[in-house]
């Protein structure tokens, strides 16, 4: 079974009284395990397709299943205008909670919070199926993993404004781990790094990929990135115009 998929999905705009297709009719499953990357120019519909595979954004048609959950049966999105229902919000909240995590390509790092602090952050934000049964001791241990996987040990206690840029993305990537989320979705992320630090951060996410089987999921025009992933879906206009398997 699919951990994300698909199914005819489309979003529209209603930009005063223009009304502006964003995604047309677009399906495609990703498997557990895979490092795909959503990939088209600049316009493309790439981060917008990006944030309704997240649930951050609202598809107007179609169907969004995470790990075989309709995320939207039963309700209509046709109009995105109107509010969302309160029992649909909780849902959508609660399926990015337990499944999927993000890495931004700004970052955002709390600036007050040194990076151990800014790591456990989500973990005091709310409960966790996948951490339930661990002890505080536990907690702080599989952080203290995690910010030695992004090799940042010698770092932990310093703030964000002590950092690299690439720095940063290593504590941001460690923070979307923390859940233990399934699925990580990572909008452009060697986009503010320079070439140097953006070839370390890919080695670094394929690295985990492999060894946590964490399924990773990029919108990028990155030809690094494209180059690297396993299963490549091409956006133009839009659309799906093209798709490969490696």
Excluded at 3 to 28: D, P, R, T, W
Aim: proline letters at 3%; charged letters at 25%.
């Amino acid at each position: 079974m699919a951990i994300i998929e698909l199914k005819k999905v489309g979003k529209l705009y209603q930009m005063g009284k223009i009304q502006v297709q964003a995604i047309k009719n677009v399906s495609f499953s990703i498997e557990k395990g895979e490092f795909a990357a959503l990939s088209g120019p600049s316009g493309s519909g790439k981060s917008t397709l990006l944030n309704i595979t997240g649930l951050i954004d609202l598809p107007t048609a179609g169907n969004v299943y995470i790990n075989g959950i309709d995320v939207y049966e039963g309700y209509d999105v046709s109009n995105n205008n109107i509010k969302i229902p309160a029992k649909l919000d909780r849902k959508l909240t609660n399926l990015r909670r337990i499944n999927l995590g993000f890495i931004f390509q700004n970052f955002n790092l709390i600036p007050v919070l040194n990076v151990f602090e800014n790591v456990e952050l989500p973990l005091k934000l709310g409960k966790f199926p996948t951490m339930d049964n661990l002890s505080k001791a536990e907690k702080t241990e599989w952080i203290d993993y995690l910010i030695e996987t992004v090799g940042l040990s010698d770092w932990k206690n310093h703030k964000p404004s002590e950092l690299s840029g690439g720095q940063r993305q290593r504590v941001a990537i460690a923070r979307a781990l923390a859940t233990k989320a399934s699925v990580i979705l990572a909008d452009e992320p060697t986009a503010n790094l320079d070439s140097k630090n953006g070839d370390q951060i890919l080695s670094l996410m394929q690295k985990l990929n492999k060894e946590l089987s964490t399924t990773f999921i990029f919108s990028t025009h990155d030809e690094k990135i494209v180059n690297m992933a396993n299963h490549v879906i091409y956006i133009k206009d839009g659309s799906v115009i093209n798709e490969q398997r490696k």
